[in-house]
């Protein structure tokens, strides 16, 4: 009963759509465990590019099962959106289900989450503004509607009006937004209660069905280990929990349901949003990631911070998530930048070092990376599918990385492409499970 967990190991964005694709070929389930349509998972198939926000990324595979499980806080319009432009991409949905637990998006999530960030100011966080935290608010106050509430009218409308009636005041700027009223919402919604009615079960019975006929189950996750509400750079983090433990809840499984965790980190790292990235580079070498890395959001495209890649916080990623498995994507952007740089530890304020993750937010802000210095290499690695024919810095590179987080790389990534990538000898046989 094989479960493999993909999960950010960074700030998001680090290559978890193409790693789900590849690995979604040979498995019977894909499930997605949290978060929303903040996420923006890309997969480059030849001249074909899919980005997707709800939809988990095996999809390209017809028939495949696709669950969007109950931890996912969803936009009934994305999901029917995506829907369509799959549709008329010639892209079989059938393996779509959509879980009767999980929580809705509405209207007044996205105004409100809009309303606190322009409240914040100087102080914002930086949200995607798809309404992911009031909706997870929502959710732990008890005020959250589902997606089986879109199938019946009363108990919608039942639902909108209690949820909406404390909301009323901090919406008043908006108030005559014709989005708010109970009666057009709640005829809105039960619209894509009628398109999405096809997709909605119990996606956690699906799962539970493929473990007990020794199928892969992939749990996909989304944002990354530290956008974490708990474990991240609070409160520069996301409503939700991206790490490998969150799939049991989400998906509705058990620890022993998950055998193996895989992180996604790109060979640098990247940040959209506000919050603290102790290695962020403000030079040309940052100003080159982001040109040859093409760093901008998939979701908003706003450009992403980049920096030197920080171990220290790939190490406390790798703790916090139990990971047996490192996915190192990206690495053909650092082609041609000579030193290279890894952060592993960090300088505090008066003269403090931190060898491990700090807890304390004031730390964390002004935590700078102390680094070690490698040699690059100049050759074009985007052709390299062995890692004996990765150039010999390369190959130093890759291996300090995973002696120092103490974690075997299985994959390496050297391009966007489906084919571009270097798997490690010992995942071959994982590559194996059918
Ligand atoms: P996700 O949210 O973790 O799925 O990642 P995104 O899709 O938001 O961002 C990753 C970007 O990097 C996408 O544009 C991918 O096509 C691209 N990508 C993934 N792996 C590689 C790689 O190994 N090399 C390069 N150059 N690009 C990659
Ligand atoms: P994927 O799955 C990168 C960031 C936002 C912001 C913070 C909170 O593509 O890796 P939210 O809208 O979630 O309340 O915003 O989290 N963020 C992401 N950054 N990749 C993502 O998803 C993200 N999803 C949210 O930029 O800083
Ligand atoms: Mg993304």
């Known amino acids: 009963m094989p479960g493999l967990a993909i999960v950010g190991a960074q700030w998001g964005d680090e290559g978890k759509g193409k790693i789900t694709d590849l690995m979604a070929e040979q498995a019977g389930v894909v499930v997605r465990f949290q978060g929303g349509n903040n996420a923006g998972h890309t997969i480059v198939r030849g001249d074909e590019v899919y980005k997707f926000h709800l939809i988990p990324s095996g999809i390209l595979y017809p028939g495949k099962l696709c669950l969007i499980g109950n931890g996912v806080v969803l936009d009934p319009k994305v999901l029917a959106d995506e829907i369509e432009g799959l549709k008329r991409r010639d892209v079989d949905t059938s393996g779509l289900r959509v879980s009767a637990n999980a929580h809705l998006i509405m209207p007044y999530h996205m105004l409100l989450d809009q309303a606190g960030e322009a409240r914040l100011g100087d102080l914002r966080i930086g949200t995607t503004k798809r309404g992911i935290g009031p909706c997870y608010a929502d959710k732990a106050a008890r005020l959250g509607i589902r997606v089986q509430d879109l199938l019946d009218e009363k108990i919608l409308k039942q639902k909108i009006y209690a949820a909406m009636e404390p909301k009323r005041l901090m919406l008043r700027p908006f108030e005559k937004e014709p989005e708010l009223d109970l009666h057009a919402m709640t005829e809105d919604y039960r619209t894509f209660g009628h398109r999405l009615e096809p997709y909605i079960t119990d996606t956690s019975r699906l799962v539970w069905d493929a473990l007990d006929d020794d199928r892969l189950v992939i749990f996909e996750g989304a944002q990354g280990t530290l956008l974490d509400i708990d474990n991240g750079t609070y409160p520069f983090v996301t409503s939700s929990n991206p790490v490998a433990g969150a799939a049991c809840v989400g998906a509705g499984v058990g620890p022993r349901d998950i055998n193996d965790v895989w992180g996604v980190t790109k060979a640098y790292v990247t940040r959209v949003g506000a919050g603290p990235l102790p290695t962020e580079l403000d030079d040309e070498i940052g100003a080159h990631l982001g040109r040859v890395g093409g760093e901008v959001g998939t979701t908003t495209g706003r ?79 985007s052709g390299v599918r062995r890692v004996a024919d990765l150039p010999q810095n390369a190959r130093a590179y890759l291996e300090y990385i995973s002696e120092f987080v103490g974690v075997p790389i299985v994959l390496v990534g050297v391009g966007p492409g489906r084919d571009q990538v270097i798997w490690s000898e010992s995942t071959r046989p994982l590559q194996a499970v059918a």
């Open 303 to 381: 450009p992403r911070r980049c920096g030197w890649l920080d171990l220290v916080a790939l190490r406390y990623a790798a703790r916090i998530n139990s990971l047996n498995g490192l996915a190192v994507t990206k690495l053909d952007v650092l082609t041609g930048i000579d030193p290279l740089r890894v952060a592993v530890r960090y300088s505090g304020p008066e003269g403090a070092t931190f060898d491990s993750f700090p807890y304390h937010q004031s730390i964390m802000h002004k935590a700078r990376g102390e680094y070690v210095e490698l040699p690059g290499w100049h050759e074009d690695i």
